[in-house]
């Protein structure tokens, strides 16, 4: 034990049962432990033991009862050493004279290190730091107790000291609080000297020395503490000025208003802040053990002027539980315990300017049993209050990193399109597998596995693949921008299709089982677009050209143990390739470009601006007083080569 008080715990009934603590001296000649016996007391030396019963069990606490402090002088009652108590002690259980438990305890408690003297009145006054050193110890710490590696801590004795002798505090925090600086004339250091000492150097005291001040900032910087919540301009005259793009949307209670988003690593986080003009579509998985209810929707939102207003709620029920629901192996049986929960939520923002109009949420409800795992589904949209003939028109006309591509069947009698990719779950086939939508500027990669069987035959699996892809891509058109009208057909550009095979290709029609060549396994969806210009300086995305491709694979059956009565596997895939082309051609470089490349020295071998550098400051090769020397030593030989080298000089010399 290195403490006052050590707890233990006799187990089994106490009743008839005797515990006494003694002191177990060592025997001299063997140096083994003496054990005690049963006619011992509850008090020895400086030591108590209290027993207190609890049922089947007996608490045992061994206490030291002696002072811990430190001797001052003149004193007594005190430790005189750091190390104050060191004996080994013995607590017995008897029942008569048979001993029935022993515990032995081995003590080694050291002085108490916190100040317990006399605190005086007498306000202390802290002299000058830039004139006076605050204090000849500053690694002196602790009040009372030796610090270690402390070497000027007048409370570490000399046997402390030879502990730690040789790894003491350096420098000004280790005592040194005036060192002799490089500048005074009996410094022996040399490592900062200039050349020209000692022929000039201080005579000075060292009470009057540069490191006075060492530890003296000036100044207090307050920390700035982050919370989750900020304030809002609404105090009278200051009004709130509005949402900017990505700006949190704001509750009446002064909180973000959250819904479930994914973070960047595919995990979904319950309290995410709904950004301003950026929608989202996520799912979450969720049990009916881990299910929580989010944001109530009671909750008014701040309109961006320090107004609020309230959320328009549509519940509705689920009909087809099949699109979120996934069961476990272990189907639950029919009095399972069920829950009634939020199965999707959609949240739609009219936005007019730097303000919300009105928020309209559509709240979808179903049954979630114990064993099912639940898809919950969030999305988020902002739309414009400005609209024309009763179409809506984006503030923002072209694209947006993230936002789905939008897709139409031009001169059809209902023109949405869609344009897709695989979202595969569970086993990842594409029987099961969901569709998401392209997301513009976002290259994506996805696919699903088709179950083949050894007897297919290759023509149907050719069409039975291609159909499967092109279940994907149910559009004829895709539209320039995000505000393309379906009646004006300048807004959209047409989809280019690249059949996988065609009349003047030769397909193989495979005549051996379980092998078919050239099935196109691969989709390649490739969209060119470019940055036109930019609205409130904000840059306008528009998609110029949208092209599909195939590529083709061999196909063979792959068997296991057996090929009798077996399925194999086709991997078919889809990919997304954004590619961004220039709007226009670059400008001509400008003569003054041209002559001035000339002098770039990070495009040229000779840097003729840098033919002085070892004479500028920016030269650390030599010091500064060498490289001035050997310039004016160097300028003075070319000019006297000049000199000589002149026909009236050799004249002259004749």
């Not at 540069?210 to 989750?228: D, E, R």
């Not at 699996?461 to 004006?488: F, P």
């Not at 010091?623 to 009236?648: D, E, H, R, V």
């Amino acid at each position: 034990m290195s403490g006052p008080r050590v707890n233990s715990f006799f187990l089994g009934n106490s009743s008839g049962v005797s515990f006494s603590i003694s002191l177990s001296p060592r025997d001299e000649a063997t140096g083994e432990l003496q054990l005690g016996n049963c006619s011992g007391s509850k008090t020895v030396g400086d030591w108590n033991l209290d027993v207190t019963p609890v049922v089947d069990t007996s608490k045992v606490t061994v206490s030291l009862t002696r002072n811990l402090e430190l001797c001052l002088p003149n004193a007594t009652d005190c430790c005189p050493s750091p190390l104050c108590v060191v004996e080994t002690l013995q607590v017995l259980a008897c029942h008569g004279s048979v001993m029935l438990a022993q515990l032995l305890i081995q003590a080694e408690i050291f002085a108490n290190s916190s100040f317990t003297g006399n605190v005086s009145e007498n306000a202390t006054i802290i002299p000058n730091q830039a004139f006076r050193p605050l204090g000849s110890c500053p690694c002196n710490l602790t009040a009372g107790a030796c610090d270690v590696r402390c070497c000027c801590d007048l409370e570490c004795t000399p046997d402390l000291k030879q502990l730690f002798n040789g790894s003491c505090f350096p420098g000004v925090f280790g005592g040194d609080v005036n060192p002799p600086f490089d500048q005074l004339c009996s410094s022996q250091s040399m490592e900062y000297a200039p050349e020209w000492f000692p022929f000039l150097c201080v005579q000075s005291s060292l009470d009057n020395t540069p490191f006075l001040g060492y530890f003296y900032h000036g100044s207090i910087s307050t920390p700035k503490v982050s919370a989750f919540t900020i304030s809002l301009q609404t105090s009278p005259g200051t009004l709130f000025t509005g949402y900017r793009e990505g700006d949190p949307i704001i509750t009446e209670e002064n909180e973000y208003f959250t819904i479930p988003q994914q973070s960047l690593a595919g995990q979904c986080v319950e309290n995410a802040p709904v950004a301003y003009l950026q929608d989202f579509d996520v799912k979450c998985l969720s049990s009916l053990v881990s299910y929580k209810e989010g944001l109530p929707h009671h909750v008014r939102i701040n309109t961006g002027t320090a107004d609020f207003i309230q959320q328009n709620v549509i519940y509705r029920t689920i009909t087809d539980r099949g699109k979120f629901i996934t069961e476990s192996e272990n189907l639950h049986p029919a009095e399972a315990l069920c829950q009634n929960v939020t199965f999707a939520e959609h949240y739609t923002f009219i936005c007019k300017d730097e303000n919300i109009e009105q928020v309209n949420v559509t709240v979808f409800l179903g049954s979630l049993c114990d064993g099912e795992i639940l898809s919950q589904r969030f999305t988020v949209e902002f739309l414009s209050l400005r609209s024309t003939n009763g179409e809506e028109l984006f503030e923002n006309p072209g694209y947006q990193v993230g936002k789905p591509v939008r897709a139409a069947n031009i001169n059809a009698s209902d023109p949405l399109g869609t344009l897709n990719i695989w979202q595969p779950g569970g086993r990842g086939l594409c029987a099961s597998a969901t569709y998401t939508p392209v997301l513009f500027g976002v290259d994506s990669y996805s696919g699903c596995i088709l179950e083949v069987g050894i007897n297919e035959d290759c023509s149907l699996l050719r069409g039975n693949v291609t159909e499967k892809l092109n279940s994907l891509i149910q559009a004829t058109h895709i539209g320039k921008r995000d505000n393309s009208s379906y009646s004006d057909l300048n807004d959209w550009v047409e989809i280019i299709r690249l059949d996988p095979f065609t009349s003047d290709t030769n397909v193989s029609t495979g005549n051996l089982k379980g092998f078919c060549p050239d099935i196109p396994a691969n989709l390649n969806i490739q969209i060119m677009f470019a940055e036109v210009g930019a609205v409130q300086g904000i840059p306008q995305q528009q998609i110029l050209a949208v092209q599909i491709s195939y590529s083709t694979v061999l196909w063979q059956f792959q068997c296991g143990l057996s090929c009798a009565n077996s399925l194999s596997f086709l991997p078919i895939t889809a990919s997304v390739q954004f590619i961004e082309v220039p709007a226009q051609p670059p400008a001509p470089r400008a003569r003054y470009h041209r002559i001035y490349a000339e002098f770039d020295c990070n495009q040229n071998d000779v840097c003729w601006p840098q033919l002085f550098y070892p004479l500028t400051g920016f030269y650390t090769g030599e010091p500064y007083s060498q490289c001035l020397a050997k310039g004016l030593l160097l300028a003075f030989l070319i000019s006297l080569a000049a000199i000589m080298t002149n026909p009236w000089f050799s004249k002259l010399w004749k």
